[in-house]
């Protein structure tokens, strides 16, 4: 089944423990994304990539880093979380290269930051 | 700052009776998509509409896109309980702006009353 998997679902931290919220696709898709939903801002993009090696910065990308050394992975690290990082998080991906195409997404991780 | 903005914020109708909503962006684009959520799960993608169609359907959806006015909007007829969701409108840039970042609308919340 082709699908976009994101662990952990939920997660309650700790000011300043480093975190990670690993991504995979199953797809072979060229695109990755993250994205955090907050109340009342709809999804912004934290960063993507647009294959091995090649990331860059959505609109909200402080406090974040991201790395896709395989084309299936593309993790999201929180280095020194913080509160104002507590949010919904989604990660997609898409076909890049082939015309237009949809965006898939995984169910989403929660974080708590206290 | 989000360039795709929805309307209503939220819209609640009955059961048999249409949803319309309305979304705005500010840059050119590939295409534009529509995504559905319910309550604090995935996006699930609906329908793309690409910068050189003006309609599209699909089943008891239809968009139109307006690239002069830099707005689509999105009828579901017939509405359901089950229609009861979050919709997201995403613009997907064109190749000659330079970025990669899509940008989702803040959404709008559609409550269809049995």
Redesign the interface.
Same mark, same amino acid.
Request: aromatic letters at 18%.
């Given at each position: 089944e082709a699908q976009?998997t994101q662990n952990p679902r939920y997660l309650i931290t700790v000011t300043g423990k480093k975190l990670t919220v690993t991504c995979s696709q199953n797809m072979n898709h060229e695109?990755m994304?993250w994205?955090r939903q907050d109340p =009342? #801002?709809? #999804?912004?993009?934290i960063y993507?990539s647009?294959n091995v090696e090649v990331t860059?910065k =959505?609109?909200v990308p402080e406090g974040y880093k991201v790395s896709r050394k395989e084309k299936r992975n593309f993790p999201l690290i929180l280095e020194s979380p913080s509160p104002n990082q507590t949010s919904?998080y989604?990660c997609?991906s898409k076909r890049q290269g082939a015309g237009?195409?949809?965006?898939?997404?995984?169910? =989403?991780t929660?974080l708590s930051i206290l | 700052?989000?360039q795709?903005e929805e309307d209503p914020q939220a819209l609640s109708i009955q059961e048999g009776e249409n949803a319309t909503m309305n979304c705005s962006y500010k840059t050119s684009i590939?295409?534009l998509?529509w995504?559905r959520q319910n309550s604090?799960?995935?996006?699930?993608?609906l329908i793309?509409i690409?910068s050189n169609e003006r309609e599209k359907h699909s089943g008891r959806l239809r968009v139109t896109l307006d690239t002069s006015k830099k707005s689509s909007s999105l009828l579901i007829t017939a509405s359901r309980a089950a229609d009861t969701a979050s919709y997201?409108c995403?613009t997907?840039p064109s190749s000659t702006s330079g970025t990669?970042?899509?940008?989702?609308?803040?959404?709008t919340r559609l409550k269809v009353l049995a």
């Open positions: 976009v695109y994304s994205y =009342g #801002l709809g #999804l912004r993009q993507y647009m860059d =959505g609109d919904l989604f997609a237009n195409q949809p965006q898939h997404f995984g169910d =989403g929660r | 700052s989000q795709g590939n295409n998509q995504y604090g799960r995935g996006l699930v993608h793309l690409r997201f995403a997907d990669y970042k899509y940008i989702f609308g803040t959404g």
